[in-house]
């Protein structure tokens, strides 16, 4: 009897292990299902979808994923889906810069998914092509610069502001009082300037005659057929048109897009999203 009880002995653990760890066997094998390669998978991709969702207050996550396609050799083409309003200027130009880099070496297609304007129409003008749903918004090229003026509601509930500062110009833009003359004057000159230059990259990238400025640009807000007649976008279509045309620009037989990472996404819609709360509290110059 001892001697089959022996024999038997590591059939009958391995069925008692299975037994007292049966939930988490089948756990271990439904993640392992989930998350394990499919054939497909093994192979790397030719192709990225790069998206810019929101108010544009951060670029720093863009220009990653912009740089990292660049650098990746198996990487063929990428296609730049926006649907932002804008935002502020620095993080737009940033992103502007980053796909210039990117196209001088592989073919990038802008694709106005919804809105394509102010900050974001400018991170995206140095695209190979710019294609826009048909429904999408275009334009607003242009700057602005906002403040509040909260000094009667301030008297009202008895609060005053108290200031100390070195240099004429260190107050500008206080929301305690009304703006003087000559600080309104220096604002504009910010503003002025960066439109001009706006302006002058939007010209430059998409080939148009900076001195007819007035019929792209002037802060005017296009349907997609409009901005297509004034040389903003190159064609209209979905998403679907704009995938074709990258296939053919990039020259891949078999295109294999990159699928995105679900935490990635959950992280990129969240601080999209976090980054237009404090955009709406804190931003003042802003392209939107």
């Given at each position: 009897?001892?001697?089959?009880?022996?024999l038997?002995?590591?059939?009958?653990?391995?069925?008692?292990f299975?037994?007292?760890?049966?939930?988490?066997?089948?756990?271990?094998l439904i993640?392992?299902?989930?998350?394990?390669?499919?054939?497909?998978?093994?192979i790397?991709?030719?192709?990225?979808?790069?998206k810019?969702e929101?108010?544009?207050?951060?670029?720093?996550?863009?220009?990653e994923?912009?740089e990292?396609?660049r650098?990746?050799?198996?990487?063929?083409?990428v296609?730049?889906?926006?649907n932002?309003?804008?935002?502020?200027?620095p993080?737009s130009?940033?992103?502007?810069?980053?796909?210039?880099?990117?196209?001088?070496?592989k073919?990038?297609?802008?694709?106005?998914a919804?809105?394509?304007?102010?900050?974001?129409?400018?991170?995206?003008?140095?695209?190979?092509?710019?294609?826009?749903?048909?429904?999408?918004?275009?334009?607003?090229i242009?700057?602005?610069?906002?403040?509040?003026?909260?000094?009667?509601?301030?008297?009202?509930?008895?609060?005053?502001?108290?200031?100390?500062?070195?240099?004429?110009?260190k107050?500008?833009g206080?929301?305690?009082?009304?703006?003087k003359?000559y600080?309104?004057?220096?604002?504009?000159?910010?503003?002025?300037?960066?439109y001009?230059?706006?302006?002058?990259?939007?010209s430059k990238?998409?080939?148009?005659?900076?001195t007819?400025?007035k019929?792209?640009a002037?802060a005017?807000?296009?349907?997609?057929?409009?901005?297509?007649k004034?040389?903003l976008?190159?064609?209209?279509g979905?998403?679907?048109?704009?995938e074709?045309?990258l296939?053919?620009?990039?020259?891949?037989k078999?295109?294999?897009w990159?699928?995105e990472?679900?935490?990635?996404?959950?992280?990129?819609?969240?601080?999209?999203e976090?980054?237009?709360?404090?955009?709406?509290?804190?931003?003042?110059?802003?392209?939107r």
């Amino acid at each position: 009897m001892n001697f089959l009880k022996t024999l038997f002995s590591p059939i009958a653990a391995t069925m008692k292990f299975i037994q007292n760890h049966f939930k988490a066997m089948i756990f271990l094998l439904i993640l392992f299902l989930i998350f394990s390669p499919n054939e497909a998978e093994l192979i790397p991709p030719n192709l990225v979808k790069v998206k810019l969702e929101g108010v544009i207050m951060d670029a720093s996550k863009v220009v990653e994923s912009l740089e990292k396609a660049r650098l990746d050799k198996n990487i063929k083409g990428v296609l730049f889906v926006v649907n932002s309003p804008g935002g502020a200027v620095p993080p737009s130009i940033e992103i502007m810069e980053a796909i210039k880099r990117l196209n001088a070496e592989k073919p990038v297609i802008a694709y106005a998914a919804g809105t394509i304007a102010s900050g974001s129409y400018y991170a995206s003008i140095y695209a190979k092509k710019i294609y826009a749903n048909p429904g999408s918004m275009v334009g607003s090229i242009g700057v602005i610069m906002q403040g509040a003026n909260y000094s009667e509601l301030a008297q009202k509930i008895g609060i005053s502001a108290q200031t100390v500062k070195a240099g004429k110009f260190k107050e500008i833009g206080t929301p305690a009082r009304k703006w003087k003359a000559y600080e309104t004057a220096e604002l504009e000159k910010v503003v002025n300037e960066t439109y001009d230059l706006f302006v002058a990259d939007v010209s430059k990238a998409r080939n148009l005659d900076p001195t007819n400025y007035k019929e792209f640009a002037d802060a005017h807000i296009f349907t997609a057929s409009q901005a297509k007649k004034v040389g903003l976008v190159d064609e209209l279509g979905v998403g679907f048109d704009a995938e074709n045309a990258l296939v053919k620009l990039s020259g891949v037989k078999k295109p294999i897009w990159q699928k995105e990472d679900k935490l990635d996404s959950f992280m990129r819609q969240l601080s999209g999203e976090t980054a237009s709360y404090l955009g709406a509290y804190f931003s003042n110059l802003t392209m939107r």
